[in-house]
T-cell receptor, first 113, second 110 residues
């Protein structure tokens, strides 16, 4: 148990669906991150939030929309995804000045049909 | 392109032996490196880090070595155990982000 939870753990959606991934951290951290992990590729950073403000958007398509209502919660809203978006989506948190030591959730396994 | 890369995608070692996982990086300005471990069905887990003003750092059963001359770092695991079976990633800090390599899958055989 890392102190970072993600729901749902598995999600299957069609290309026209709208869904949201949720992440919650119980560690008192003030930075949160979304990563995409695909087979045979390095983890790809998608978004970074520091103190609820988005500080990095790593050229992510607009069909992925993050939301950070407070320092403990992070959402990833999904809309009109493509099959190549199927992957493991990982959330992480850290103290803002210790971005090297990130605590990861177990991920949401997303399949887009 | 990839800023950090692992040398071998898979590594098989016998239980009790020492393991060495290697990683190369390309940016000579990189000054902070981290090793993560990812077990099946879980997210990556921080193992150990090292800054560029050091060439060696030790943790519990793990040692990270940094060679800035050849832009290479390694993770050594002493007395490898079955619970060490996982994918190991090296990463460097770029801005706010961790840049991960592709990972080496470590398989510990009895």
């Amino acid at each position: 148990e890392t102190g970072v939870t993600q729901t749902p753990r598995h999600l299957v959606m069609g290309m026209t669906n709208k869904k949201s991934l949720k992440c919650e951290q119980h560690l008192g951290h003030n930075a949160m991150y979304w990563y995409k992990q695909s087979a045979k590729k390095p983890l790809e950073l998608m978004f970074v939030y520091n103190f609820k403000e988005q500080t990095e958007n790593n050229s992510v398509p607009s069909r992925f929309s993050p939301e950070c209502p407070n320092s403990s919660h992070l959402f990833l809203h999904l809309h009109t995804l493509q099959p190549e978006d199927s992957a493991l989506y990982l959330c992480a948190s850290s103290q803002a000045d210790r971005e090297g030591e990130q605590f990861f959730g177990p991920g949401t396994r997303l399949t887009v049909l | 392109g990839e800023s950090v890369g692992l040398h071998l995608p898979t590594l098989s070692v016998q239980e009790g032996d020492n393991s060495i996982i290697n990683c190369a990086y390309s940016n000579s300005a990189s000054d902070y490196f981290i090793w993560y471990k990812q077990e099946s069905g879980k997210g990556p887990q921080f193992i150990i880090d090292i800054r560029s003003n050091m060439d060696k750092r030790q943790g519990q059963r793990v040692t990270v070595l940094l060679n800035k001359t050849v832009k290479h770092l390694s993770l050594q695991i002493a007395a490898t155990q079955p619970g060490d079976s996982a994918v190991y990633f090296c990463a460097e800090i770029g801005g706010y982000a961790l840049n991960f390599g592709k990972g080496t899958s470590l398989l510990v055989t009895p």
